[in-house]
């Protein structure tokens, strides 16, 4: 007989849903690879949230079903290596209304429903209550391994001896925890000198809503490399704030010695005073 478990938003459940891509990012792709019996490595760059669990399902022969609405086409960023099909699923999941029905062989079925359309609190579930106890035990395991994974990542994003370990574990932290990605790029702006660490943390900060202005602006009037300060000045004008901070900062670099530098803080001036 096939379980059908209903996973409510109470369970805390891990996953990623980056905010929309920026001018800058990378191009919108995605690749799923199958790399054991149920585990698979996933690597997506703004890939319609929809079309990512779907082609999830075919790799995995997963029936997946995703309602219609402004959820399904989200942007979603997020690199998983060799994980448990499960795992990715909690992670890609998180924040949102599903249910997933297991049979003999594992996952069957993945249904995501639009905001409204499945109680919070409350699910569809045809197992009986020690599969239901087992069911909740196991997942609130998960979310414990979870945390944990999460504070190896923070370790190795502020202290691995490796640039790419660095910016790998923060964009892996990215998809799993913005928050805790905002405060680790924050950090790693004053303490890293890696160009590529550097152009991640902005990178990350530039998603975030409201954008961080404070730790940008840093940046842009720090001694970093050119084109890091030159992002962080972007990305700290991005939503078109004219913030007395930001205005500030950007009359003051029109006389930066670096001509790229100055090019870039009248141009954004000028677009703040239209």
Do not use: C
């Not at 370990?165 to 964009?171: D, P, Q, V, W």
């Not at 004008?237 to 007395?244: H, P, V, Y």
């Amino acid at each position: 007989m096939t379980r059908a478990m209903a996973l409510p938003l109470m369970l805390v459940l891990a996953g990623a849903a980056s905010a929309s891509a920026t001018p800058g990012d990378p191009e919108p792709g995605m690749r799923v690879v199958q790399t054991g019996r149920a585990r698979l490595t996933v690597d997506a760059q703004a890939a319609p949230f929809a079309e990512l669990l779907r082609e999830l399902g075919r790799t995995m022969r997963i029936t997946v079903a995703v309602d219609p609405g402004p959820d399904a086409a989200t942007p979603i960023t997020a690199t998983f290596n060799d994980v448990p099909v499960e795992d990715a699923l909690r992670r890609l999941l998180r924040g949102r209304n599903f249910t997933i029905e297991y049979g003999a062989a594992g996952i069957d079925e993945v249904h995501v429903y639009q905001e409204g359309a499945v109680s919070r609190t409350s699910g569809a579930w045809r197992a009986d209550p020690p599969s239901r106890a087992r069911s909740y035990a196991r997942l609130a395991r998960a979310a414990a391994e979870e945390q944990e994974d999460l504070n190896t990542l923070e370790r190795t994003a502020l202290d691995a001896a490796e640039p790419d370990e660095r910016m790998g574990a923060l964009s892996t932290i990215s998809a799993l925890d913005n928050t805790r990605a905002r405060d680790i790029a924050i950090a790693l702006l004053t303490r890293d000198d890696d160009e590529e660490v550097l152009s991640t943390a902005v990178r990350i900060l530039r998603q975030q809503e409201p954008v961080p202005l404070e730790p940008l602006l840093s940046v842009a009037l720090s001694g970093k490399p050119v084109r890091v300060r030159i992002e962080a000045l972007q990305a700290a004008s991005a939503d078109g704030r004219t913030d007395r901070r930001l205005l500030g900062a950007l009359k003051s670099l029109m006389s930066d010695q670096d001509e790229e530098v100055r090019e870039t803080a009248k141009q954004l001036l000028d677009d703040l005073s239209q």
